[in-house]
């Protein structure tokens, strides 16, 4: 476990939001805690979600992070001032926009025997599509089954979170967002950014990220999934969701301490 995991120079840490830093859905004070401590330490903390651009909104407004990646890589935002938010699509604004009236006009035109809705946070998703089966209204596995099919044959992607299916066109994933992110924001080329990035998730569509950094870590409540994924994470803490999350920052900066890193911001990004 992490115990003898080796953060070595890491000094960015690329986390997953949804079970991994909130625990039934809320953000607990020893999370929010450690992550202010790892941003206090000089680490660079960068949430990579497949929530909307809304959550993203809060998140680089209110959270000590230096960027968040949203829609599943569709888009990061930074703080560029203060008050100033800034946002960098994987394709520009206007192609992602059209993909999505092409996406919403691809489901309103599905003949099936049932009435697809889509996500009550659809009006705060700038790239994405968000289908609800399981959070505000309930779908059978056959009706889900049946939507999916339909969604790619109309030549969309498709991903089955654990309450929505998320409809898009294009070719980025959280990963290949992370290392643009890693080029443009923080200077660092991929061998770089692999020996010095952390990543910390929770679930099957964290894949990408577990493929690409080799420092990669879950969260207890990965377990469930592990049978079912390709690309795990090469450690995993013992307590699950954010209380796992801060077990591993306490770890790190435990690492930090003991390899006479700085322990405070020295401004030095
Ligand atoms: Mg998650």
Redesign the pocket.
């Known amino acids: 476990m992490t115990n003898s995991f080796d953060f070595g120079q890491a000094d960015v840490l690329f986390t997953?939001?949804?079970?991994?830093l909130t625990t039934d859905g809320r953000l607990l004070p020893e999370t929010y805690l450690a992550l202010c401590r790892l941003a206090a330490a000089g680490i660079r903390v960068i949430p990579v979600t497949g929530g909307c651009a809304g959550w993203c909104d809060q998140i680089i407004r209110t959270w000590p992070v230096t960027a968040v990646i949203g829609e599943g890589g569709a888009f990061y935002a930074e703080r560029t001032a203060p008050q100033t938010v800034r946002w960098h699509y994987w394709n520009d604004a206007a192609s992602h926009k059209r993909d999505q009236q092409a996406i919403l006009a691809g489901i309103a035109g599905l003949k099936l025997d049932f009435e697809p809705r889509l996500a009550s946070d659809q009006a705060f998703r700038y790239v994405d599509v968000a289908v609800d089966y399981n959070q505000q209204q309930s779908l059978t596995p056959e009706q889900v089954v049946t939507l999916h099919d339909a969604l790619v044959d109309l030549g969309f992607n498709v991903r089955q979170s654990s309450i929505h299916l998320n409809v898009w066109l294009g070719d980025f994933d959280k990963s290949t967002m992370a290392v643009r992110v890693g080029q443009d924001v923080l200077g660092l080329d991929l061998p770089t950014l692999q020996q010095r990035a952390i990543f910390i998730?929770?679930?099957p569509?964290?894949e990408s990220m577990f493929c690409r950094f080799p420092l990669s870590i879950g969260v207890a409540n990965i377990q469930k999934h592990l049978s079912a994924m390709t690309h795990r994470p090469a450690t995993i803490v013992s307590q699950r969701s954010g209380l796992g999350f801060a077990e591993m920052a306490e770890n790190w900066l435990k690492q930090r301490v003991e390899s006479g890193l700085p322990q405070t911001e020295t401004g030095s990004a």
């Open positions: 997953d939001v949804d079970d991994t998730g929770d679930a569509n964290d």
